[in-house]
């Protein structure tokens, strides 16, 4: 039979999805399988790593069940970004995997930048110091569990991880790798020169290829687990924000992706490497060119946060809607603004623009006569201020205007979220054709590696195609503008240093 289907694997931070692509870029089959998130303290984070390899093979045994083995060309994975799990030379882990959302290493942040300075972290690495970064819990690591470290025969990214037990091979992405905060993003290999003065040992970390390799073939022993047939080629993927921007078709400039998930995680394509303070720079699936993001942790974890703990009761009866979409039904009705209620999203801290670990959400305007529709509002208006604030950044910077968004993700789903972003840029915003664009930007990577297009540019326009679009409304733009550059650019740093002395006195009670 043909070989005419390429798997894209997306393990990420809850669950394992794995999709049978074919060279249109077509869902055929998909298949799925959730695991435990674990909370030892408050904000700290861990998974069992095992589990990502669990359910990558329940995944892949109920794909290749539906569509059958023999027509799989190739694997190509994307992951949750920065989490790491120390390992022994078994590839069995030491300790539980620490998440990028664990929040553990407020202290080491502030250690790094004392030790290195940020502007040197930002400019070699292109991130600032942040506890959503691998670098400072590995510090963490060094002064809580010295041990696991002299024990870890080698610290695996999860695209690492699943790769050994997928081919035996110690070998990881590049983009899968780098927003581990790790690298040196000029040359594409591991910043030895940094660990080296921070007392990491840089053999624990594996070999480096580029997007796009075969890195090797499915072993025997991983296709009894997985179904897939020996010797199908593992791909090189990238971290689950470039993904998604691949699957957006995000491969020139003038464009960005939104992916409004877990995370907020918007990006913009760059031929060249800028490292700016207004953004994080990553190595993007299209080797050699690189992505300039942004990365809000309370995306969709805000909006559900709000909804799990102040959604309207359905009195036990069952309606065929959610509680979001009576929130999403009441808000729209409401005028831009919210009736003067304002938020800052920072319910997970924040990265860029000002790569504050300490920083918390803030809510302004409140009165008696706002209702639980407001504040529902207010998120969404929020999250898109906020964006507005990182995207105008990475204009500047690079001197280029965007002038469309790409949203995908779960948060897309909402047109009154999508008619916000569109208003609140004044630009026009189109819905990705696949709510899976991450996944989607693993099998275009993966069509590329086999032969069916000569560039991953190439297999990236064939495969992508957009859905519903919204065009902006100049009145509602007009408010949204000045509400923007009057009020909101100004909240959090009038804040700062008092949200950041909040922080540190009832962190270091917990601590």
């Known amino acids: 039979m043909t070989r005419d289907l ?49 359910s990558l093979c329940q995944t892949l045994r109920d794909l290749t069940g539906q569509v059958g083995a023999d027509r799989i060309a190739a694997l190509c994975i994307t992951n949750q970004r920065e989490t790491f799990v120390p390992v022994d030379e078994h590839c069995r882990p030491i300790r539980n995997a620490i998440l990028w959302v664990d929040d553990r290493c ?22 600032g110091p942040s506890t959503k ?6 510090l963490w690591l060094q002064t809580h569990e010295p041990d696991v470290l002299r024990r870890a025969y080698r610290i695996l990214d999860v695209h690492a991880f699943l790769v050994k037990h997928l081919t035996g091979l110690w070998i990881t992405s590049v983009p899968a790798a780098d927003p581990m905060g790790l690298l040196d993003m000029r040359r594409n290999a591991w910043a030895s020169d940094l660990m080296k003065q921070l007392d990491i040992n840089p053999e624990l970390f594996v070999e480096l290829v580029p997007p796009g390799t075969i890195m090797g073939e499915v072993t025997v022993e991983a296709s009894v687990l997985t179904g897939l047939p020996p010797g199908t080629p593992v791909v090189a993927g990238a971290g689950d924000g470039q993904s998604a921007g691949l699957g957006a078709n995000i491969t020139e400039a003038g464009k960005a992706y939104l992916n409004l998930g877990t995370a907020m995680v918007s990006g913009a394509h760059l031929e060249e490497y800028v490292a700016d303070r207004a953004f994080r720079t990553l190595c993007s699936p299209l080797a050699g060119c690189y992505v300039a993001e942004e990365v809000l942790g309370g995306g969709t974890f805000t909006v559900n946060w709000f909804v799990d703990n102040f959604g309207p009761d359905m009195g036990g ?17 409401l005028p831009p603004g919210a009736l003067g209620l304002m938020l800052v999203p920072y319910w997970n801290g924040v990265m860029p623009p000002f790569w504050d ?18 504040f ?29 968004f790409i949203l995908m993700g779960g948060g897309s789903r909402s047109a009154l979220w999508c008619q916000i972003v569109a208003d609140m840029h004044n630009t026009l915003v189109r819905r990705a054709s696949t709510t899976e664009a991450t996944n989607l930007g ?14 991953v540019r190439e297999a990236a326009h064939a495969m992508t195609k957009t859905g519903r679009s919204f065009e902006p409304n100049d009145k509602t733009h007009a408010i949204y503008d000045r ?6 650019v100004n909240l959090f740093p009038a804040l700062q240093q008092y949200i950041d002395r909040l922080t540190e006195l009832t962190y270091d009670q917990q601590d």
């Open 6 to 54: 390429v798997i894209g694997v997306d393990s990420s931070t809850t669950a394992c999805k794995a999709i049978a692509w074919d060279r249109h870029g077509q869902a055929v089959a998909e298949s799925r399988a959730n695991f435990e998130l674990i909370s030892p303290n408050p904000n700290w984070y861990e998974q069992n790593a095992d589990d990502w390899w669990t």
């Open 106 to 127: 407020r202290l080491q942040v502030e250690e790094l930048d004392r030790r290195i300075g940020s502007d040197v972290v930002q400019d070699l690495t292109g991130k």
């Open 133 to 138: 970064q691998s670098l400072p819990e590995l």
């Open 317 to 333: 009866v069952h309606l065929p809607v959610s509680r979001e979409e009576v929130l999403e039904l009441a808000a729209s009705k």
């Open 357 to 374: 670990a300490g920083a918390t959400g803030i809510t302004i305007g409140w009165t008696g006569a706002h209702r639980r529709e407001h």
């Open 376 to 404: 529902y509002r207010a998120v969404l208006e929020g999250i898109a201020f906020e964006h507005r604030l990182t995207m105008e950044g990475v204009a500047h910077a690079t001197g280029t205007p965007l002038n469309e």
């Open 442 to 455: 693993a099998g275009i990577v993966a069509a590329y590696a086999v032969g069916w297009y000569s560039s």
């Open 483 to 488: 509400l923007f550059r009057e009020v909101y």
